[in-house]
């Protein structure tokens, strides 16, 4: 091993590990403010992938141009899902049926997608996607450099959305306690449902950057859900900056591993620190105790 | 006997006659080995339509479909018409073994085929076993799967240990002054691709310096770092353990990203999937990779050429990229049709015998004939590479089919 190859890993981890606290981001907002285990956020990661693909296929735009489409159209099958299905659950049982709820979305979505662009394996192509620049004798894959910028923009702006706007305390404010929220005025269901619809709305730019890395078809949503789900528990379900941290903790730790150890043990890695971190802090990294008892 | 004793002897007595009577009612109830004038012959087959597999279980489905709309075209099986009995087993293993319980003692399938992929094969084949019934496969090649001590699986493919030897034999059979000088093998940790890097390195052995040997996690999502570090081992060839396009396609994105272009590239599958593995990766960028097997669609056994032309005819294509799945599944039917056809009737341990008996078949994919192991010893091991848009044999070098290999492999995106 040497000192390029662990440099190489930390920086292929922070890149790749943003773009996954993207994707888990919407997740553990969904999960904060409605008290919701969306495990469909993966197929809607793959959705958004698939959307950013047929616009460039077959329209011949430019992935990152696409997100402007794939955005507004993920945010709406967002709140048309939270009407439909997500918003009707209530009750001391809400959360553990949103599970089944959710899971039973992804298979309806699955399905769609297998239908509709089959089960072979596409890959997002731009003239960027195999090209990268090189600094100090590393190289940097321009995709990943685009995706972690997209990544810390978007990360930017929900920061500032939540804590400099009035919708945002909103959203805070529901996600501290909804009840509580419900008596100052607040409409906790509105937000409930604009909240789901972000959260879905950020799988557009985390599906293309993913789409652009990684040969995807339906089935890799499985991949992808077991990932999100255990970087927002690492991270403190509820918690945005739980699910940045966990997230490029997470790759950055698994890299590392690959590279000073072996490949094989990169996943137990992670796994055994998320055991460890959970031991002490069983609301994980940064999350409250309530949000877990809630 | 105190009473208890007694209590507990007709207790024990009930419970083996109870036991003895549900199985042979099971058994019983489980299929036929003679068939109603007109009734049809149903086959029963767990595929993954979803889940890590899900590409390569469509291609197989699309494989028995072909192979059974032939066989009813012309009269079906001793007469009887054929119907597939496909269920989903989403790429698990668990799931695998309950659509053959199913299958067999609720659906009454006569005859089995096998699932996609050694990880799949192994719990199939020990399920159907139970029940008596042969498991005849095409994707079940992984040394795992014939060390399980199992009389009723059958593998119509080479056997996967084998795959890298012609590719060996030509890296090894170089002249010193052009064969390349190091090999980095990296690996999934499958029952399928460790079994066949392993060989390859032995065959291999000191020929080539080993500069990287590595196996990373079968449920990996992310190669970019195992990918980067053996691009920084800088070696000319590479041996990929890849089950899938995915796994092949991140590491060849990898590799063009860190300007890092191997002189020579073999992944043990992958760059099989004909137009699958070309549209996930680009044309220009598949130029001059390689992949082991022991079927491509421009082969010339005219079985082959008539199976390649009604697949293009119903899906369309080329020949060129028609994947090799297609071909294996194809194969277990025919071997399955010449087995019972041999044996007169559906009974499974007539067939399991048969085939056992060391009789030599065809099958589009060439000779079949099946070792106590279940083994398919008649049949030759190819390497293939993606020369242009083509998908040619180029090696073992002097086959009458092969064409020189494109060595050393252009740069990436050429």
């Known amino acids: 091993m040497n000192s390029s190859a662990l440099i190489h890993a930390v920086i292929d981890g922070v890149l790749t590990g943003s773009v996954y606290a993207l994707m888990a981001t919407g997740l553990t907002l969904i999960f904060g403010v409605m008290d919701i285990i969306n495990v469909a956020q993966g197929i809607f990661v793959i959705l958004g992938a698939y959307l950013s693909y047929a616009l460039s296929v077959h329209w011949g735009i430019d992935p990152f141009v696409g997100l402007v489409i794939t955005i507004p159209t993920l945010f709406l099958v967002g709140i048309v899902v939270e009407r439909a299905f997500i918003g009707r659950l209530k009750g001391p049982e809400k959360t553990a049926m949103s599970i089944l709820v959710t899971y039973a979305i992804s298979l309806v979505f699955e399905g769609s997608l297998n239908m509709i662009f089959s089960v072979n394996y596409v890959q997002i192509q731009a003239s960027y996607v195999n090209q990268s620049f090189r600094i100090f004798g590393v190289y940097f894959a321009y995709i990943y450099v685009y995706g972690f910028i997209l990544a810390a923009v978007l990360l930017g702006a929900l920061y500032v959305m939540l804590y400099r706007t009035r919708f945002g305390a909103s959203i805070r404010a529901s996600l501290a306690d909804q009840t509580a929220a419900a008596l100052v005025g607040i409409d906790v269901k509105r937000v409930s449902t604009i909240c789901f619809g972000i959260g879905i709305a950020i799988t557009a730019p985390g599906g293309m950057i993913f789409g652009a890395t990684n040969t995807f078809n339906a089935s890799t949503s499985y991949d992808l859900i077991s990932r999100l789900l255990t970087i927002i528990v690492l991270g403190g379900m509820g918690s945005l900056g739980g699910a940045l941290l966990a997230g490029i903790l997470m790759v950055t730790l698994e890299d590392i591993v690959g590279v000073i150890w072996s490949p094989i043990w990169s996943t137990i890695s992670f796994f055994l620190v998320l055991v460890i971190v959970l031991s002490v802090r069983p609301q994980g990294l940064f999350g409250k105790r309530s949000a877990r008892i809630a | ?414």
Do not use: C
């Open chain 2, 1 to 414: 006997m105190n009473r208890k004793g007694k209590l507990f002897r007709t207790f024990g007595v009930t419970s083996v006659a109870a036991a003895t009577a549900m199985m042979m009612a099971t058994a019983s109830g489980a299929s036929s080995t003679t068939l109603a004038k007109g009734a049809p012959v149903t086959i029963g087959v767990s595929l993954s339509l979803s889940g890590d597999f899900s590409a390569d279980g469509l291609a197989y489905a699309q494989g028995y479909k072909l192979w059974a709309a032939d066989v009813n075209a012309a009269g079906g099986l001793l007469g009887h018409k054929v119907v597939l009995d496909i269920v989903s087993d989403a790429s698990s293993p668990t799931q695998v073994v309950t659509n053959y319980q199913k299958l067999i003692s609720v659906d009454h399938a006569n005859l089995t085929f096998g699932p996609f992929s050694t990880l799949l094969t192994l719990p199939a084949a020990q399920t159907v076993n139970r029940y008596g019934y042969a498991m005849i496969e095409g994707a079940g090649g992984g040394p795992s799967v014939f060390q399980a001590g199992l009389k009723n699986v059958f593998d119509v493919t080479l056997p996967v240990a084998y795959d890298l030897k012609p590719f060996a034999t030509w890296l090894t059979s170089l002249p010193a002054s052009s064969r390349p000088k190091t090999i980095s093998y990296v690996t999934s940790n499958d029952p399928f691709t460790q079994p066949v890097v392993q060989e390859a390195q032995k065959l291999i052995g000191s020929s080539v310096k080993t500069v990287y040997n590595k196996v990373f996690p079968a449920e990996a999502t992310d190669y970019t770092s195992i990918a980067d570090a053996v691009a920084a081992a800088k070696a000319q060839v590479v041996v990929l353990g890849s089950v899938d396009v995915p796994t092949v396609s991140a590491f060849m994105q990898a590799f063009e990203q860190a300007h890092y272009t191997p002189q020579a590239f073999i992944a043990t599958a992958g760059p099989d999937q004909g137009a699958a593995f070309i549209k996930a990766v680009g044309a220009g960028n598949a130029d001059g990779m390689m992949v082991p097997n022991s079927w491509y669609g421009q082969s010339k056994n005219p079985a082959s050429m008539k199976m390649v032309a009604e697949y293009v005819k119903k899906y369309g294509g080329t020949a060129a990229g028609v994947n090799a799945d297609i071909a294996e599944a194809y194969s277990v039917g025919q071997v399955m049709a010449a087995a019972v056809t041999a044996t007169g009737g559906f009974d499974n341990a007539k067939i399991i015998s048969y085939l056992h008996s060391g009789v030599t078949l065809s099958s589009v994919q060439g000779s079949v004939k099946f070792d106590a192991l279940g083994e398919n010893t008649a049949q030759t091991a190819y390497t293939f590479q993606w020369q242009g848009p083509k998908f040619v044999e180029v090696n073992p070098v002097g086959d009458p089919g092969a064409v020189k290999i494109l060595f050393p492999k252009p740069a990436w995106g050429m």
